[in-house]
Antibody
């Protein structure tokens, strides 16, 4: 079965660092990109950025550039989303999703497999 | 502020047909593929329609997508209570150099 399994819920204080993970299985992890998507409580979906696990090339949404770091370890078929200093406004559900490169355009294709989500709560 | 505009809510009776619009511009919808996702309450999103009008394997053919110019639409025929969910359109925006989602539309089956 093709799936993405994310790490568990986190409760952190402002200023703390955090790394959450997304492990792929049932497919060739380096054949698809991984994107991260934020969903704040009661709100819509926001694309944060993506990584090509084959070479760790990343690109970020302008809204998230500099605020988070996306990385991957292909030997563990795992992608990561990392913060160096959390804020209360980072409280949200975070999803990873796999997708192809849209016909070699460099743009994301359809997100066909999603992780179950990781809830991050930042509160003093 | 989303680059794609969807109505906040739509509703319909069982067995009826509803459409959800997604309005954009020449920098996004007109020149890039539109994708639709369904998010059931408390669940992760699910791919519903890809590349404007293609149906993934396993998705009911009651769902269909279309695009014309700077707008796209999702149609759901034969409404069922299980269709109650939030629906999102998404596409690349060449001006933002990023993927944009619509604000989402909540479908209520009356």
């Amino acid at each position: 079965e093709v799936q993405l399994v994310q790490s568990g819920a986190e409760v952190k204080k402002p200023g703390e660092s955090l790394r959450i993970s997304c492990q792929g299985s049932g497919y060739n992890f380096t054949s698809y990109w991984i994107s991260w998507v934020r969903q704040m409580p009661g709100k819509g979906l926001e694309w944060m950025g993506r990584i090509d696990p084959s070479d760790s090339y990343t690109n970020y949404s302008p809204s998230f550039q500099g605020h988070v770091t996306i990385s991957a370890d292909k030997s563990f078929s795992t992608a990561y989303l990392q913060w160096s200093s959390l804020k209360a406004s980072d409280t949200a559900m975070y999803y990873c999703a796999r997708h192809p490169d849209y016909y070699g355009s460099g743009k994301p294709g359809a997100f066909d497999i999603w992780g179950q989500g990781t809830m991050v709560t930042v509160s003093s | 502020q989303s680059v794609l505009t969807q109505p906040p809510s739509v509703s319909g009776a069982p067995r009826q047909r509803v459409t959800i619009s997604c309005s954009g511009s020449s920098s996004n919808i007109e020149n890039n593929a539109v994708i639709w996702y369904q998010q059931l309450p408390g669940k992760a999103p699910k791919l519903l329609i890809y590349y404007d009008d293609l149906l993934p394997s396993g998705v009911s053919d009651r769902f269909s997508g279309s695009k014309s110019g700077t707008s796209a639409s999702l149609a759901i025929s034969g409404l069922q209570s299980e269709d109650e969910a939030d629906y999102y359109c998404a596409t690349w925006d060449d001006s933002l150099n990023g993927l944009g989602f619509g604000g989402g539309t909540k479908l209520t089956v009356l």
